[in-house]
């Protein structure tokens, strides 16, 4: 969707290192007007240097980036225009919460009106009004983390960058401010970068998703692209952790021209033995709420993982541990992946 829009932030022949040693290559990347782009993968993956990049706090090796039209490459940070919100927050603890929002606006030299206008637009929009002459520390952590949001909003800027600042949450937290933020993004419109290293986060909240291993961008996508059709066997298994398997070992279950395809757990069925195509035994079974998850050792040698949902019905729960059980998937699940490479 976003991607056939005018890009509002352009990455080409991008490369970054550190002490001569390169972590990143990001060859092109455009990134539209309003779109909320999510850029996963696991730690040292390049995707914090990235982000560190647009930001103006990393200079690139070569490449240039290209902010509404203009190359910003060579421009300092505090000259780019754009917002921050760090994984701690780094708010001042011996301000109030509207000094901190802003402060951003006093580095700039906004007037006195204009710049207390802005800080009660920015703590409305966040919905803490009522806490504009608190302490940093007299607030819980999604307080603090709206903040540093209201912070990095009020000083209007053309792209918002935010490096995994839902980390520091708890679980419950964490769901409730994905939600908030989806949703103050939306409302405004400010095209927004967003680093994690949490699939579930980058999937719930993202216009698309870039995908990063070892420096490069592995895949560029929307959620469900991503999800539904990875492109190489690393986003498959980093993305939902897929069942990766030779062709040879699901005869029946796979198409003939895949030499490697991917299964999600969810999408496989078990039973009694007999029932399916494949046969193994139950190595490991947990309860996680609203689901069942099982690990299936199978006679082929490949061990499976399943995901059964909690269902209240007499069929009852899923076989325990030391259990023979058939297994299958439909034709539709399986995902074949491309030429069965493994970039790793």
Same mark, same amino acid.
């Given at each position: 969707?976003? /991607?056939?829009?005018?890009?509002?932030?352009?990455?080409?022949?991008?490369?970054?290192?550190?002490?001569?040693?390169?972590?990143?290559?990001?060859?092109?990347?455009?990134?539209?007007?309003? +779109?909320? %782009?999510?850029?996963?993968?696991?730690?040292? &993956?390049?995707?914090?240097?990235?982000?560190? &990049?647009?930001?103006?706090? $990393?200079?690139?090796?070569?490449?240039?980036?290209?902010?509404?039209?203009?190359?910003?490459?060579?421009?300092?940070?505090?000259?780019?225009?754009?917002?921050?919100?760090?994984?701690?927050?780094?708010?001042? @603890?011996?301000?109030?919460?509207?000094?901190?929002?802003?402060?951003?606006?006093? $580095?700039?030299?906004?007037?006195?009106?204009?710049?207390?206008?802005?800080?009660?637009?920015?703590?409305?929009?966040?919905?803490?009004?009522?806490?504009?002459?608190?302490?940093?520390?007299?607030?819980?952590?999604?307080?603090?983390?709206?903040? /540093?949001?209201?912070?990095?909003?009020?000083?209007?800027?053309?792209?918002?960058?935010?490096?995994?600042?839902?980390?520091?949450?708890?679980?419950?937290?964490?769901?409730?401010?994905?939600?908030?933020?989806?949703?103050?993004?939306?409302?405004?419109?400010?095209?927004?970068?967003?680093?994690?290293?949490?699939? +579930?986060?980058?999937?719930?909240?993202?216009?698309?998703?870039?995908?990063?291993?070892?420096?490069?961008?592995?895949?560029?996508?929307?959620?469900? +692209?991503?999800?539904?059709?990875?492109?190489?066997?690393?986003?498959?298994?980093?993305?939902?952790?897929?069942?990766?398997?030779?062709?040879?070992?699901?005869?029946?279950? $796979?198409?003939?021209?895949?030499?490697?395809?991917?299964?999600? @757990?969810?999408?496989?069925?078990?039973?009694?033995?007999?029932?399916?195509? %494949?046969?193994?035994?139950?190595?490991?079974?947990?309860?996680?709420?609203?689901?069942?998850? %099982?690990?299936?050792?199978?006679?082929?040698?490949?061990? %499976?993982?399943?995901?059964?949902?909690?269902?209240?019905?007499?069929?009852?729960?899923? @076989?325990? $541990?030391?259990?023979?059980?058939?297994?299958?998937?439909?034709?539709?699940?399986?995902? @074949?992946?491309?030429?069965?490479?493994?970039?790793?």
């Amino acid at each position: 969707m976003a /991607a056939a829009l005018e890009p509002d932030l352009q990455l080409t022949g991008l490369t970054a290192g550190y002490d001569g040693h390169p972590v990143l290559d990001v060859p092109e990347l455009s990134i539209a007007k309003g +779109e909320f %782009l999510s850029i996963l993968g696991p730690s040292g &993956c390049g995707k914090t240097t990235l982000l560190n &990049c647009l930001a103006g706090f $990393v200079h690139p090796t070569s490449g240039r980036i290209d902010l509404g039209g203009r190359d910003i490459s060579g421009v300092p940070a505090y000259k780019r225009g754009l917002g921050m919100v760090f994984q701690n927050y780094a708010l001042f @603890p011996h301000m109030s919460v509207a000094d901190n929002v802003a402060y951003g606006l006093k $580095v700039r030299k906004v007037g006195k009106a204009e710049r207390e206008e802005r800080v009660a637009e920015a703590l409305r929009l966040v919905g803490l009004e009522e806490y504009a002459h608190r302490r940093p520390r007299q607030m819980s952590g999604g307080q603090q983390q709206r903040v /540093a949001v209201a912070r990095a909003l009020a000083i209007r800027p053309a792209v918002l960058l935010l490096d995994e600042p839902l980390s520091n949450l708890d679980a419950k937290l964490r769901r409730e401010m994905r939600v908030e933020l989806r949703t103050l993004q939306q409302r405004i419109g400010t095209t927004t970068v967003f680093v994690t290293h949490d699939q +579930e986060e980058a999937l719930s909240m993202s216009d698309r998703i870039a995908v990063m291993n070892g420096g490069r961008i592995e895949q560029l996508g929307t959620p469900h +692209e991503i999800y539904r059709a990875p492109a190489t066997r690393f986003v498959a298994e980093f993305i939902g952790a897929a069942n990766v398997l030779d062709a040879h070992t699901a005869p029946g279950l $796979v198409p003939d021209t895949a030499a490697v395809v991917a299964v999600r @757990p969810e999408r496989v069925r078990i039973g009694p033995t007999g029932q399916g195509r %494949l046969t193994g035994t139950v190595t490991y079974r947990a309860f996680v709420g609203d689901a069942w998850q %099982l690990r299936i050792s199978m006679k082929s040698g490949e061990t %499976l993982s399943a995901e059964v949902p909690d269902v209240a019905t007499s069929a009852g729960d899923p @076989p325990e $541990v030391g259990a023979a059980v058939g297994v299958w998937w439909d034709p539709g699940d399986v995902i @074949p992946l491309s030429d069965g490479r493994d970039p790793r």
